[in-house]
C-alpha cells in the first residue's frame, strides 16, 4: 500500500492465499507513484462487506479495481456488478488445470458487466493495466510508463546474449 495519498486502485482477493498477486500488483502501483489499498473480502462469505467496499471506494479515491481469485473465480465479476468503474480480474492458480477454470469464470462474463482479464496469476500486468487506464488522464503517470517500457527495452538490449546486434 502506498502512503502518497488516498488509494486509486482498490486491490481485493478473495482470500488470504491469494494475498502474493495483490501484494506483486501494489508493489508495481508503488513503483508508478500510484496509491493502493489492499483488502481480503471474499465474494461468497462476505458479501455485504463485498458491497461496501465497492459502495464506498469513490469517495475514498478509487478510480479502478483490481480483483483477485481462484477456484470458482467470482470476486471479479462480483465487484463489477457493483460499480462502474473498471475491474481488471486476476484468475489464480489452482483449481481444474491448474487455474484454467478461474480463468473461464473471470473472462466469460455477461453482457453489460465488463471485467478485463489477465494471464492467471499476473498481479503485475493487472497493475500495469490499471497504471495504463488512470493515465488516461494523469500524463505524469504516462511519463513514468513510459519511461519503465524504456528501461526495460534497455535492460534487454544490453544483456550479453544480446552482444553485437
Known amino acids: 500500500m502506498s502512503d502518497?495519498?488516498?488509494a486509486r486502485v482498490g486491490i481485493v482477493v478473495g482470500s488470504r492465499s491469494d494475498i502474493a498477486a495483490a501484494e506483486k500488483a501494489s508493489a508495481i502501483l508503488d513503483e508508478l507513484g500510484v496509491p493502493s489499498e489492499v483488502r481480503v473480502i471474499s465474494a461468497h462469505r462476505?458479501?455485504?462487506?463485498?458491497?461496501?467496499?465497492?459502495?464506498?471506494?469513490?469517495?475514498?479515491?478509487?478510480?479502478?479495481f483490481i480483483a483477485v481469485a481462484g477456484l470458482a473465480a467470482h470476486l471479479p465479476g462480483v465487484l463489477a456488478s457493483q460499480t462502474t468503474a473498471p475491474v481488471i480480474g486476476?484468475?489464480?492458480p489452482g483449481?481444474?488445470?491448474?487455474?484454467?477454470?478461474?480463468?473461464l469464470a473471470v473472462v466469460q462474463m455477461p453482457k453489460g458487466v465488463p471485467v478485463a482479464t489477465v494471464g492467471v496469476g499476473n498481479g503485475?500486468?493487472?497493475?500495469?493495466?490499471?497504471?495504463?487506464?488512470?493515465?488516461?488522464?494523469?500524463?505524469?503517470?504516462?511519463?513514468?510508463l513510459i519511461d519503465r517500457r524504456a528501461a526495460q527495452?534497455?535492460?534487454?538490449?544490453?544483456?550479453?546474449?544480446?552482444?553485437?546486434?
Open 4 to 6: 502518497s495519498g488516498p
Open 124 to 144: 503485475e500486468n493487472a497493475a500495469l493495466l490499471a497504471a495504463e487506464m488512470l493515465a488516461l488522464s494523469d500524463p505524469g503517470l504516462r511519463a513514468r
Open 90 to 92: 486476476v484468475p489464480m
Open 153 to 165: 527495452a534497455k535492460a534487454i538490449a544490453e544483456d550479453p546474449a544480446n552482444e553485437g546486434l
Open 46 to 64: 462476505a458479501p455485504d462487506l463485498l458491497a461496501r467496499f465497492a459502495a464506498t471506494a469513490e469517495e475514498r479515491g478509487i478510480q479502478v
Open 95 to 103: 483449481g481444474v488445470a491448474d487455474g484454467l477454470d478461474a480463468l
